[in-house]
């Protein structure tokens, strides 16, 4: 059975850090993708990293390129995101994306893409 799931959510000041990890098990997810997503309330889910197999390329969603930076540790079939400079906006539940196939890197933003999903973990940032 595969089972992704988050950890690392939290409140926190504007301004402020977390690192969100995601641990994967059931399937070995090195060779492939993998993504990070985020839902506000009232919003639709948005893409916010991905990366490439291997901790290959990354790609960002413009809100967070500079902010946010998506990892993979290979051995420990886990994927992280270091959040940084946190602003209110970034307020949302962050779900954790896997696939066993590859994906474009021009298509990484797709959700539908993406085969597994984690349960989420609530990031709050205050101003």
């Known amino acids: 059975q595969v089972q992704l799931v988050e950890s690392g959510g939290g409140l926190v000041q504007a301004g402020g850090s977390l690192r969100l990890s995601c641990a994967a098990s059931?399937?070995?997810?090195?060779?492939?993708?993998m993504g990070w997503f985020r839902q506000a309330p009232g919003k639709e889910q948005e893409f916010v990293a991905a990366?490439?197999?291997?901790?290959?390329?990354?790609y960002y969603a413009d809100s967070v390129n500079g902010r946010f930076t998506i990892s993979r540790d290979s051995a420990k079939n886990a994927v992280f995101l270091q959040m940084n400079s946190l602003k209110p906006e970034d307020t949302a539940v962050y779900y954790c994306?896997?696939?066993?196939?590859?994906?474009?890197?021009?298509?990484?933003?797709?959700?539908?893409?993406?085969?597994?999903w984690g349960q989420g973990t609530q990031v709050t940032v205050s101003s």
């Open positions: 994306a896997g696939t066993l196939s590859t994906i474009p890197g021009t298509n990484v933003q797709d959700r539908w893409r993406y085969d597994y």
């Open positions: 059931g399937r070995t997810f090195s060779l492939y993708p």
């Open positions: 990366i490439s197999r291997s901790n290959g390329n990354t």
